[in-house]
């Protein structure tokens, strides 16, 4: 590799990597809001989502610097590609921590937790989903990106199960509806990061191997 | 460049003397042997050509041509020698070989000229007429003083050559067997040298590949290489030193950060992880041979650190902060990051160091909210005390039933004042007892102790109450101060009957094991949430705050259980599932005397 483009590479590491960590850190603490009721938290949420903004922004203009500049090929190529993909991936997680922040305020107070037990888990799931698949990138472990995408099926199934509860209740007693929603919809956001958290493991995957495993690919190689 | 041997380095310069003089002395030799033989044939020339002048005088003043041509032949056969009569006129009389008449005029040749001026002539040529090389001379034939014939006689060189080729063939047979020696000698001194500097060599090769611990062995038959492998030992002794010493060095730098208890972690300029010891490695749960080579954010990925080392990289002086790592549980870490120094100042990189506060934290901020719990506690009942107070005094209310209404209240309100006054006393003291030497205990029977917690607390409870199930055996004793962990299990039992909701039953457990006795309430209710879990027995912490109040908790409840039981070197915990119920468990472990009580 050019050392230039070894160069570039490595700065663009370290900004992805900077992007993540606020990320990881935006996700942890919006499932703290929800999860303990801190409401003070909301804000804190929002002032770093403008700086995640921000740095995808950066970090999609570095990276068109470093195509237009380097024009990298085979393997660094599809590092460009898939660290462009892993941003916006990022920056969208940062977006559902957002959203699950905002509905923390909501939610306290009235003991919604209980009314979602699986709802601490998936969270826990997602985040370790994320952490993992970062991990992945870090240490270029096809093998460990490949754990995410099994895990990321319990997630779909807690999340059924979570729905279909949460749908009962509602049916049951419709005074508590909003805040049931809201529950509902915190859950459908941890499923959609564990979604995106699985996308950028296949983007690790794709990135160590350079095999593409979306769409099911992986389940019929019947690598499982 | 090519190497040569040292072998060739030897060899080759003997070959060459050897070579050039056997060139020179064969040269000289035969130069020599030549000369040699030419004086010889040329006086043997001269003696027969004399010989003859005696014998061709009266022939000549005869003129008689045919008798001259016959002595030249029968003299010249006899003795294998050409023998040629020459006029002065340089017309060849007689001749041994050849008919004179058919030979031309011999006048011009050196040999015949210088005879017929009345020296001897001699020459050595190649001759024409007979196809080789030959020597002649030449003498005046004198009558009365006048040269009146040359006399030549002639002989050829091809036998003096021939024994000069044999003699060059022998001189040069012998050379080679010379060469060929001397190379045989060249070979053995070259290996002489050669092998102990290439033992020296595949010594120093040894050396170079960290294998000091080896020795040279010495060449002791030459003074200059047995003092190079000498100084060669002696480096490789002392180069080992070194090493040793550096080695020493570093593991002790690398045990002292090894064992530090603060987390260090070392970047360079570029963020890149150079130094990383074991505690920040456990602290920041990663692999150790992961983090070298990659860069902070790779490695770390917290948002805070990440720009705490952008801080200090970026210049100015040690920066210090509070991170909170979310990684497995929430931990606060103090961070102090300072720059990096090398020898001449310049700024390699930055040093962290990481110190977890989190029980710090954790302590600090109980204290906080138990100040703010206690007074919050305090201040419910005295407001209400005060309200209806004030209302009996300013406007008394007409109807006595109201106004004894409102007295009730005002008491249940002491009453409650006083039940957290008397939850904070019994804390208190447990907290100074606690070192369990003060306790006061006595060996109790379990069982019964069990039922009267049981006793009291179905007794206060007004609603209708889940069944409470015993299970214990009837002999098992523990060394306890029996009515604080009454009180504890009278605890356990409010908080299960008030709080558990939807259970149908609690259990009251009782059982031994080898080193402890686990009492153990259980109920199946609806369970706590596991994010209230690690914070339970904390003072004045409720789960759901306002329910818990209104059935008439003090918040004191389950940090008095946690304190009973650390009073007796025990322990409480909890374990809930939500819908399926709770488990509190004391455990207090048994004494040997206790021991010995019951076997008794």
Redo the contacts between chains.
């Keep these: 590799m050019h050392p230039h483009l070894n160069h570039a590479f490595?700065r663009l590491?370290?900004s992805?990597?900077?992007l993540?960590?606020?990320v990881?850190?935006n996700l942890?603490l919006a499932v703290k809001a929800v999860?303990?009721g801190e409401p003070g938290l909301v804000d804190q949420i929002r002032a770093?989502d403008l700086e995640i903004d921000l740095m995808e922004v950066d970090f999609e203009e570095e990276c068109l610097k470093v195509l237009a500049l380097h024009q990298p090929v085979a393997i660094d190529l599809r590092f460009m590609v898939a660290v462009l993909k892993i941003n916006n991936d990022l920056e969208r997680i940062g977006d559902l921590a957002v959203s699950i922040a905002e509905h923390a305020p909501h939610l306290t107070g009235k003991?919604p937790?209980?009314t979602a037990?699986k709802l601490?888990r998936m969270a826990e799931k997602a985040q370790s989903m994320l952490?993992k698949s970062?991990d992945a990138i870090?240490?270029m472990d096809a093998d460990l990106a490949r754990e995410v995408l099994a895990t990321d099926d319990e997630v779909d199934a807690d999340y059924y199960e979570t729905s279909q509860e949460l749908k009962a209740l509602m049916r049951k007693d419709s005074s508590q509806v909003d805040e049931l929603l809201g529950m509902m919809l915190v859950c459908k956001h941890v499923e959609r990061i564990a979604d995106l958290a699985t996308n950028i493991a296949e983007d690790a995957i794709y990135m160590a191997d350079g095999e593409i495993v979306r769409h099911g690919r992986y389940h019929a190689s019947g690598e499982r | 460049m090519h190497r040569k041997s040292l072998l060739w380095h030897i060899f080759l310069p003997f070959l060459a003397v050897i070579v050039l003089s056997l060139v020179l002395i064969t040269g000289y030799t035969s130069r020599s042997l030549r000369d040699f033989f030419y004086q010889q044939s040329s006086s043997d020339l001269t003696t027969r050509a004399h010989l003859m002048t005696d014998e061709m005088v009266p022939l000549l003043l005869r003129d008689d041509e045919a008798a001259i041509q016959r002595t030249c032949e029968v003299r010249g056969k006899a003795s294998d020698t050409r023998v040629t009569v020459v006029a002065p006129d340089g017309r060849v009389i007689g001749d041994t070989r050849e008919d004179p008449a058919g030979m031309d005029n011999h006048g011009d040749r050196p040999e015949v000229r210088e005879a017929l001026a009345g020296r001897v002539g001699s020459s050595e040529r190649y001759s024409a007429t007979l196809g080789h090389r030959r020597i002649y001379v030449a003498v005046p034939v004198r009558h009365d003083g006048s040269i009146i014939a040359a006399l030549r006689t002639s002989h050829s060189l091809t036998s003096i050559e021939r024994a000069l080729a044999v003699v060059q063939q022998r001189i040069a047979l012998g050379g080679l067997l010379l060469a060929f020696g001397a190379a045989v000698i060249s070979f053995v001194l070259a290996r002489r040298i050669s092998v102990p500097l290439r033992q020296m060599k595949e010594g120093a090769e040894r050396f170079a590949a960290g294998q000091l611990g080896t020795r040279l062995s010495m060449a002791p038959d030459s003074e200059e290489i047995g003092a190079l492998a000498e100084t060669f030992n002696g480096m490789a002794e002392q180069l080992q030193d070194r090493i040793r010493t550096i080695e020493n060095q570093r593991n002790e730098q690398e045990a002292v950060l090894a064992s530090m208890v603060e987390s260090v972690l070392a970047i360079d300029r570029?963020?890149v992880v150079i130094g990383i010891n074991r505690a920040a490695t456990e602290l920041l749960g990663i692999e150790p041979a992961?983090a070298e080579g990659?860069?902070l954010?790779?490695?770390?990925?917290?948002?805070d650190l990440?720009a705490l080392g952008k801080g200090v990289l970026g210049g100015g002086g040690p920066v210090e902060g509070e991170i909170v790592l979310?990684?497995d549980g929430e931990r606060h870490l103090q961070v102090h990051a300072t720059g990096l120094q090398g020898l001449e100042g310049q700024r390699l990189g930055a040093l962290l160091v990481l110190n977890d506060v989190t029980r710090i934290r954790r302590l600090e901020s109980l204290r906080r909210d138990f100040v703010a719990n206690v007074s919050h506690e305090l201040r419910t009942p005295i407001t209400s005390i005060k309200g209806f107070v004030e209302t009996l005094q300013n406007d008394p209310p007409a109807d006595p039933d109201v106004a004894r209404r409102f007295l009730t209240i005002v008491n249940r309100q002491a009453d409650r004042l006083q039940a957290i006054i008397d939850d904070l006393l019994s804390l208190s003291r447990l907290e100074q007892e606690g070192g369990s030497a003060e306790l006061a205990r006595e060996a109790t029977p379990v069982r019964p102790l069990l039922q009267d917690a049981v006793d009291i607390s179905t007794a206060r409870a007004t609603d209708d109450v889940p069944t409470v199930r015993l299970e214990c055996v009837d002999d098992l004793e523990v060394m306890v101060n029996a009515p604080l962990l009454e009180q504890a299990l009278v605890n356990l039992l409010d908080n299960a009957l008030k709080y558990s909701g939807t259970a149908t039953e609690i259990v009251v457990a009782a059982h031994a094991e080898p080193d402890l006795i686990v009492v153990s309430v259980r109920d199946d209710g609806?369970g706590i949430?596991?994010?209230h879990l690690p914070r339970i027995f904390e003072r004045f912490y409720r789960v759901?705050k306002a329910r818990s109040r209104n059935m008439g908790g003090t918040g004191l409840g389950l940090a008095i259980v946690k304190h009973i039981a650390q009073a007796h070197g025990g322990e409480a915990s909890v374990s809930s599932t939500?819908?399926e119920g709770t488990t509190f468990t004391i455990t207090l472990p048994r004494r040997p005397d206790v021991d010995r009580a019951m076997d008794a």
Excluded: C, W, Y
């Design positions: 490595k590491k370290k992805l990597f900077t993540s960590a606020a990881e850190e942890h999860l303990e770093r003991d937790v209980d037990r601490p952490r970062l870090v240490g | 570029d963020e992961m990659r860069t954010q790779e490695v770390v990925r917290n948002p990440i979310r990684r609806r949430a596991p994010t759901d939500l819908g």
